[in-house]
Each structure stands twice: as structure tokens, then as C-alpha cells.
């Protein structure tokens, strides 16, 4: 090969360019490319024929970065999903316990009243003088309500 | 309608260019000048040819000393066919255009 023409050399570095740029898979058809070059004696032509090199490897280039990005992107969405398949057995694991039904609540005891406590002494007969005046209101509504004690006495 | 594989203008014509000398070797750089297709479209047509098994590719020998072998190609089994399906439907359309 003459390099001593500069549209030759311009188009051999071009080649060389080329070759590097082409992923490892392909680079037999970069050389291919590259080797063609010697077989073209008119300098012009072989420069349009690296031109041609250059965007070849670059095409080349840019399909194999396209079908890995693919790749890596398939891959993040299944290793997200296994993730969230993972998480999602854990919670079902340890939520176990927690997804049964609650305890009954203990019946309500419809013996007691539930008008408040009584006031603290219920004396029905004269000592009624003796609460503070306070309390004898209480005293009294409380002995006047009947479904109280008319529960106590139905059972 | 999805585009059949291949159907492209410059496609067409490398496989009919291939389809003249079904069984010899051919290099890029012929194959350049009797389609008229430029080394940037020729070789990734030709890398995708060989991927689908259309195209067969292998390493020749310089003829001379001091040159570097050379890459050549020709159409496999199915590249041929292929290839003769297109020519017989380019034949038909260009009846059918002479006709109408």
C-alpha cells in the first residue's frame, strides 16, 4: 500500500477508524472492509469506499448498542418483578397471623348498668339528709330509672 | 401491513446481483460497483444477509503477494431461493405494468 498519496492515507486512518469502532462480533466484516481497500487503486474511490467503512461500523455500532440496551432492559423489568414477587410472599408469610378474623368481642353483660356508676351510697331509707346535695340528684335519678333494675330482676 | 424482511430497494438488488453467478465468490468491492450501492449500505445489507443465513462468507487468498486476503461471498440454499422468488415477482410486476 502507497501512503505516501494523502487522499490514500486519509482514507486508510478512515479504514483503521472503522475497524476499531465495530463491535467485537463483526470485526471480521470491519476487516473485510478494510482489506478491500488495498484492492482499489483509484484514491478517490477508496476514500468514498472508507467513508463508507466508517458509517458501515457505525451502523453496526449503534444496532448492537440498541439490542443491549433491549437486553439490559428486559432485565431490570424481570429482576424488578421477581423482586416485588419476593416482597410480596414475605408480606403474605408474616401477615399469617394477622389476616384471621379478631377474637369475639366478650358478650356484654346486660346486668350491668350502663348509666354510670351509681353514686356511692344509695340509701333508701331517711339517710338521705345526710348526702351532700351534690350527689342527691344522682342518687335520685339513678333510683328512678327502672330499666336497671327491672334487667337485674328479670334474670 | 408489516414490511417483508429484505423487500428494500437495495436489498432486491444485491440479491440479484448475487443471483447472477449463483455458485462463484463474490467481494464487496465488485459487488459495489455492479450495484451501485456504497460500502456503507452495502456491508451492513450484507452482515444482516449473512446473519438470516441468506449469505455464506469466507476468507480468499490473495491472488498476488503483498495483498491481504480477501473477504467473498455467495448466497446460501435459502439465500437463492429467496432471491429467485424476488426476481420472478420483479419479473411479474414489470408484465403486469407493460400490460396495463
Known sequence: MNCARPWRLLAVKLAQHAARVVPGARSPWAQAMQHELDYIADDPAALRWAIGCVLASYRARLADRLSFGARTAWRRVAASGALMLLIGFALLDNAGGQTAPPAPRPPVDETTCDLGSPPPVLCRSGCADRLPTEMRGARDDHLKDDSCSSKSKTR | ?100
Open chain 2, 1 to 100: 401491513m408489516p414490511r417483508r424482511p429484505n423487500s428494500s430497494r437495495q436489498a432486491r438488488t444485491l440479491l440479484a446481483a448475487l443471483l447472477d453467478g449463483p455458485g462463484t465468490w463474490r467481494h464487496g468491492y465488485d459487488l459495489s460497483k455492479e450495484t451501485g450501492l456504497r460500502s456503507g449500505t452495502l456491508y451492513p445489507l450484507l452482515m444482516r444477509l449473512s446473519e438470516q443465513g441468506l449469505l455464506e462468507s469466507r476468507w480468499q487468498e490473495a491472488e498476488r503477494p503483498g495483498l491481504p486476503p480477501r473477504h467473498v461471498y455467495r448466497l446460501t440454499a435459502a439465500g437463492l431461493a429467496l432471491a429467485r422468488e424476488q426476481a420472478l415477482e420483479a419479473m411479474a410486476g414489470e408484465r403486469a405494468g407493460a400490460l396495463a
